[in-house]
């Protein structure tokens, strides 16, 4: 009998605690898997959010401002720069506050993010209008 206990006390107990280090292991990566999976569908959906919501804006800006004052022969530096301020505006007015604090982790600085965002989305339009009229 003290031969078998010495077997469990010496082998088995040591590989309960091998085992139980394993398990552990084993339940932290899967919530580490299931933390990533929730992140990256919640950055994922704040993102696309984002980049609609500056296309918007942008296509709502032209309709609305630039599009006359390019008629009119006024669409200098500073309508331009009008333009993207009522373009900003417009998008940070849209998101919820949730939203640009994740955005805003996400990115580092949101307002600067949205700012280049909306430059390369109205070159992006002037290409394809150019395109288009050729």
């Known amino acids: 009998m003290d031969i078998v206990q010495q077997i469990f006390e010496l082998c088995v107990v040591p590989l309960l605690g091998i085992l139980t280090a394993y398990i552990v292991k084993l339940v ?3 919530i580490n898997e299931i933390e990533n999976g929730i992140d990256n569908k919640t950055a994922k959906k704040y993102i696309e959010m984002l980049n ?3 296309e918007q ?3 709502a800006t032209n309709q609305t401002y630039v599009w006359a004052l390019k008629q009119q022969g006024k669409f200098d530096k500073d309508a331009q720069e009008e333009a993207l301020k ?3 505006d417009a998008v940070m007015g849209i998101l919820t506050e949730e939203a640009k604090e994740y955005l805003n982790e996400f990115y580092g ?3 600067a993010y949205v700012i280049a965002r909306i430059e390369a989305t ?4 002037s290409n394809v209008m150019e395109v288009l009229k050729k």
Not at 122 to 125: L, R, S
Request: with cysteine; aromatic share 0%.
């Open 28 to 30: 932290q990566k899967k």
């Open 52 to 54: 609609e919501t500056i």
């Open 57 to 59: 804006c942008v296509v």
């Open 86 to 88: 009522i373009t900003r």
């Open 109 to 111: 600085d949101l307002a």
């Open 122 to 125: 109205v070159n992006t339009e």
